[in-house]
């Protein structure tokens, strides 16, 4: 009886493990979960990185995930992963990654290559097949090849374009150029003439130089190591991008999609060398924030209209803001032309944007300011007509003088800030969680 129900005991655990088997389908994926210990890793080990930073309360970052995750299956089975990778943080838990890439809504879908984020991030459909030819596109050859130089010379003049001229494409030089084009296919266009017809062009060895719109013999040579990424990156970021744009009304839908808030000068056409002075103290002051906010200047005749909005007119020009696509906050110090050359003062401006300082003083007056610290007592010193402690005793039933007494710092009522004039294109509600309401 026993070995009997021994059996049947048997028979019923591996039929209970067989239908566990059967209906249970364990979900995978292949999107690779980001921290901070494995942060700099995942970056670096593939050309792209697609990344989806997310939070798991919030609506749109639900619907999100099973969509991102398929992906992900199918991205690793059509590319190798030092090719591309999908990747994923939570940013719930790793506040210091949301934070280092100014995370300001759910989900915030940002593409990184060669380890570098992307200025512009991704804000097309939220599909499997969305995702998978965006991907694509990013990852197809930005370098128009020509034959000859004639060829090259016959390019369109209006646009910024980034010239090699190389031996093969198999030599260290043309990979690197290769890789500097693909992180900026976006801001320049590149062009390489290969083998006899760069002949003349490197008599020294292969060369790299910029050609700016409108021009055909004023190219700028790059002098720098040919084949060292970083430099050759940063030379031509510096040529492609200017780094203080001139915003228009042509332009404005595109720097807005950018997705970036604006640092932006709005000056008289009269004055455009404080224009140039703004340039010098932006490259000076806050050129590692050009990642995380647009530099910019307006004409301030032509966009008399968020001049408008923020009760300020051509008498008072110039006048610097920033227009975070939720609101407007004019740059808070006086004398404009003077206090922008302080050092460190612009950086300051655009940390209290991110912290949210600016949002929160208009709506609750300015922050408290430190008490002064205490004044240190003398003590057992002889002063001139008795001791410290028959002074004070004297000075206690002295009348006082209202006009002696310390000032009370005036506390700003509460307001709200002027609203963006850009908020129209701004992130939408109906994709997005906003963080913030300033931005």
Not at 50 to 72: E, G, M, R
Not at 107 to 117: A, D, E, I, S
Not at 337 to 348: A, E, V, W
Not at 419 to 427: D, G, M
Request: charged share 25%; glycine share 4%.
């Amino acid at each position: 009886m026993e070995d009997i129900f021994r059996r049947a005991l048997n028979v019923a655990i591996w039929t209970a493990v067989l239908m566990c088997t059967h209906f249970y389908h364990p979900t995978s994926s292949d999107s690779i979960q980001v921290q901070q210990h494995n942060l700099q890793d995942v970056l670096g080990r593939s050309e792209l990185v697609f990344v989806n930073f997310y939070a798991d309360w919030c609506h749109f970052s639900q619907k999100l995930k099973p969509i991102f995750d398929d992906t992900a299956t199918q991205i690793s089975s059509e590319f190798p992963q030092e090719k591309v990778a999908l990747a994923k943080v939570d940013c719930n838990s790793e506040t210091g990654i949301a934070a280092k890439y100014h995370i300001s809504k759910y989900p915030t879908l940002k593409l990184f290559r060669n380890g570098q984020v992307l200025k512009k991030e991704y804000r097309g459909q939220r599909s499997i097949d969305a995702f998978r030819t965006y991907i694509q596109q990013q990852l197809k050859d930005t370098i128009v090849e020509h034959a000859t130089v004639e060829e090259l010379d016959s390019t369109d003049e209006n646009k910024r374009r980034m010239i090699g001229y190389f031996e093969n494409k198999e030599s260290s030089a043309y990979q690197t150029f290769a890789r500097v084009a693909g992180g900026m296919r976006d801001d320049c266009q590149f062009h390489a003439v290969l083998g006899e017809g760069a002949a003349k062009e490197r008599a020294n060895g292969d060369v790299v130089m910029f050609r700016a719109p409108h021009t055909k013999f004023e190219d700028i040579v790059y002098t720098g190591q040919i084949d060292n990424f970083e430099l050759l990156n940063q030379w031509s970021t510096d040529k492609c991008i200017p780094l203080v744009r001139e915003i228009t009304f042509e332009n404005a839908e595109e720097l807005t999609e950018e997705g970036l808030p604006f640092l932006l000068l709005f000056y008289h056409p009269d004055d455009r060398d404080f224009a140039k002075t703004f340039e010098v103290e932006v490259a000076k002051q806050i050129f590692h924030e050009r990642t995380s906010i647009n530099f910019l200047t307006a004409d301030g005749l032509k966009f008399s209209h968020p001049l408008s909005h923020l009760g300020k007119t051509a008498a008072d020009l110039p006048l610097l803001a920033i227009d975070s696509f939720r609101h407007m906050y004019i740059f808070p110090h006086k004398d404009l032309k003077t206090s922008i050359t302080t050092p460190g003062i612009l950086k300051q401006f655009i940390d209290d944007l991110h912290s949210g300082k600016l949002h929160r003083e208009f709506h609750q007056g300015p922050d408290p300011t430190p008490p002064p610290p205490p004044q240190v007592e003398q003590k057992n010193e002889e002063q001139p007509g008795g001791t410290e402690e028959q002074l004070n005793q004297e000075a206690h039933h002295l009348p006082k003088d209202k006009a002696q007494e310390p000032e009370q710092p005036v506390v700003k009522s509460p307001t709200s800030p002027p609203e963006s004039t850009f908020k129209k294109l701004a992130p939408s509600r109906n994709r997005y969680t906003l963080l913030r309401d300033e931005l």
